[in-house]
């Protein structure tokens, strides 16, 4: 009996050792940090195509599977040159800022040194453009569609078939920078490579899909990041 107890003792002591020697190589802790190119899609492909972006959060690894961050993301919106060019808005720049809380869900199993994640989260989104001098717009000139992202006065006039800058008792309206923040939500997933095993930083390739709900418009971006997680 008493060399049982012993064994029991003995086996409950690796348990220990070994559960213990799993946490130490458990970081509680995560950070990221990333860029690279975004894919617009719905008006955000219309006006601007593809643009860069950059990437950078922190937050905290729950268990090895499950772990949440916070994350700021900026995204550039500069209008196509023809776009800037067909639709009368000269020196046009613009950028996205987002703030968002996501969940990750690690898949337990790696390849090598290969392994994968799902990441989830909603946010707040901040578009902003605006020009590099403000231009007077008369009403009864019709309106472009990237103009929408201004917050101008466009309403549909059935004598011409079209939209066009109208409102009471002024002449025109200046068209010079506008603001739209708005929740939204994100999803993705990516592939990540350990540089060595002794050393929790791994190198990232990730796929998102952010879509925000402004009013005047709803943005949706996918931006393509490559970075490192640690």
Request: charged share 15%.
């Amino acid at each position: 009996m008493s060399n049982r107890i012993l064994v029991l003792l003995a086996l409950c002591g690796i348990a220990a050792s070994a559960s213990a020697q799993d946490q130490s190589n458990f970081s509680r802790y995560n950070f990221t940090v990333g860029g690279g190119l975004g894919l617009g899609r719905d008006d955000v492909a219309s006006y601007v195509g593809n643009s860069p972006q950059v990437t950078f959060g922190a937050g905290m690894n729950f268990t090895r599977l499950f772990g949440a961050d916070a994350e700021y993301m900026y995204y550039d919106l500069g209008f196509r040159p023809s776009v800037i060019l067909d639709q009368f808005l000269p020196g046009q720049s613009g950028h996205m800022q987002s703030f968002s809380l996501d969940g990750i869900v690690n898949v337990p199993r790696h390849i090598g040194n290969f392994g994968a994640y799902g990441i989830f989260g909603i946010g707040f989104y901040d578009r902003s453009v605006k020009l590099a001098h403000s231009q007077f717009l008369p009403f009864g000139q019709p309106c472009q569609p990237a103009w929408r992202w201004f917050d101008l006065p466009c309403i549909f006039n059935p004598t011409v078939g079209g939209y066009v800058i109208e409102g009471p008792g002024q002449t025109g309206v200046y068209m010079s920078s506008n603001s739209r923040v708005a929740g939204g939500f994100n999803y993705g997933g990516g592939i990540t490579y350990r540089l060595n095993h002794l050393d929790k930083a791994k190198l990232f390739i990730e796929l998102r899909y952010h879509r925000a709900y402004q009013a005047d418009g709803q943005t949706i971006v996918m931006p393509i990041t490559v970075g490192l997680r640690w």
